[in-house]
């Protein structure tokens, strides 16, 4: 199976600035995409930002231009940088990577923990 670990998370004061790491190990063929998710209290889950395999990013509107998604792939870890942070930012946040554990078999998303993020003001 394939496992993924996050980290980075923790309590900030609005406008400040936090990195989450989330490194994905096990029996790996390929990775497609890689992504982050949020949850906040009372709301449903919703996408973050993704990269895929070819560096193609995207942003969900309310964090454009505030956080920045990267991979390393030689490292199996996707990382998303969060600058000028907002309460609205508070959420727990999971990372999700799409997979292919063998070559002729389908790819499937495998989820983080979960990391808690706090911003206060």
């Known amino acids: 199976q394939v496992q993924l670990v996050e980290s980075g998370g923790g309590l900030v004061q609005a406008g400040g600035s936090l990195r989450l790491s989330c490194t994905a190990s096990g029996s790996i063929f390929s990775i497609n995409v890689m992504g982050w998710y949020r949850q906040a209290p009372g709301k449903e889950r919703e996408l973050v930002a993704f990269?895929?395999?070819?560096?193609?990013?995207n942003y969900a509107d309310s964090v454009k231009g505030r956080f920045t998604i990267a991979r390393d792939n030689a490292k199996n870890t996707v990382y998303l940088q969060m600058n000028s942070l907002k309460p609205e930012d508070t959420a727990v946040y999971y990372c999700?990577?799409?997979?292919?554990?063998?070559?002729?078999?389908?790819?499937?998303?495998?989820w983080g923990q979960g990391t808690q993020v706090t911003v206060s003001s």
């Open positions: 990269i895929t395999s070819s560096d193609s990013t």
């Open positions: 999700n990577v799409r997979a292919r554990r063998y070559r002729f078999q389908n790819e499937n998303d495998y």
